[in-house]
C-alpha cells in the first residue's frame, strides 16, 4: 500500500527567505505525485506535478519539485516565499499499474502548513 | 474554467438531524470524491464514484451515505448527524486518468451542535 509521509507540520519563514517542505512516500510500484496548496478557507489547488520525464517539476507560484526515486522524495522548494504563500501544502502519491495507468486513488499526507512572516 | 461547486461553504446543523452536503461538477468527469479534512488528519476519504448510481467507501465511511444519480451531482449524506461529523468537508472530480489530477470544491464547512 502507498503512503505519505510529510515531515513538518508547521514551517515558519521569513519573507523573500527560501523554503523547503519535505514529502516522503512510500511505494513498490512506480508513481505520479502531486503538491497541492490550500489557501485559508478554500478548497485544494494543483501546484505542480511530476509524470515521467525530467525529475525536476516546475509549478505555479514560483514553486518547483525533485523527484528523487532513489530517496522516494518529492520535496517542494521556493527560492523566495512571499506573505501571500502562507497555506497549507499537501503532497499526494497515485500508483501506477503494470500498463501504466494509475491503480486506486490519491492518497494525500497530513500537509504542512507554511507560515511567512514579515 | 472548470468548476466543482460545494452548494454551502458553512452549514451549522443539529445532532440528529439528516444532512445533505451538494457537489456539482461541469467538467464530465466520470470520478468524484468526498472528503473530510480535520486538524492534524489531512484529508480523509470517506467514499467515491466512478459512475452514475456507483459508490465505493473509503476510508471512513461510518455514518455517512452517498448519491450519484447524475454524472455532474454527488451528494454527501449524514443519515443522523453527530458531534463527531463537526468537520470541513472537500469534494473533487477528475477524469478516468490521473495524470490530470483532481479538482477541488471550495468545502463547506460543517458543524453539529
Known amino acids: 500500500a502507498q503512503s505519505v509521509t510529510q515531515l513538518d507540520s508547521q514551517v515558519p519563514v521569513f519573507e523573500e527567505a527560501p523554503v523547503e517542505l519535505r514529502c516522503n512516500y512510500s511505494s513498490s510500484v512506480s508513481v505520479y505525485l502531486f503538491w497541492y496548496v490550500q489557501y485559508p478557507n478554500q478548497g485544494l489547488q494543483l501546484l505542480l506535478k511530476?509524470?515521467?520525464?525530467?525529475?525536476l517539476v516546475k509549478g505555479i507560484n514560483g514553486f518547483e519539485a525533485e523527484f528523487n526515486k532513489s530517496q522516494t522524495s518529492f520535496h517542494l522548494r521556493k527560492p523566495s516565499v512571499h506573505i501571500s504563500d502562507t497555506a497549507e501544502y499537501f503532497c499526494?502519491?497515485?500508483?501506477?499499474?503494470?500498463?501504466?495507468?494509475?491503480?486506486?486513488?490519491?492518497?494525500f499526507g497530513k500537509g504542512t502548513k507554511l507560515s511567512v512572516k514579515p | 474554467d472548470v468548476k466543482v461547486t460545494q452548494s454551502s461553504r458553512y452549514l451549522v446543523k443539529r445532532t440528529g438531524e439528516k444532512v445533505f452536503l451538494e457537489c456539482v461538477q461541469d467538467?464530465?468527469?466520470?470520478?468524484m470524491f468526498w472528503y473530510r479534512q480535520d486538524p492534524g488528519l489531512g484529508l480523509r476519504l470517506i467514499y467515491f464514484s466512478y459512475d452514475v448510481k456507483m459508490k465505493e467507501k473509503g476510508d471512513i465511511p461510518e455514518g455517512y451515505s452517498v448519491s450519484r444519480e447524475k454524472k455532474e451531482r454527488f451528494s454527501l449524506i449524514l443519515e443522523s448527524a453527530s458531534t463527531n461529523q463537526t468537520s470541513m468537508y472537500l469534494c473533487?472530480?477528475?477524469?478516468?486518468?490521473?495524470?490530470?489530477?483532481?479538482?477541488f470544491g471550495s468545502g463547506t464547512r460543517l458543524t453539529v451542535v
Open positions: 467538467m464530465d468527469h466520470e470520478n
Open positions: 499526494a502519491v497515485t500508483a501506477l499499474g503494470y500498463y501504466g495507468g494509475s491503480q486506486g486513488n490519491l492518497i
Open positions: 473533487a472530480s477528475k477524469i478516468g486518468d490521473d495524470s490530470y489530477g483532481y479538482t
Open positions: 511530476y509524470l515521467s520525464g525530467s525529475t
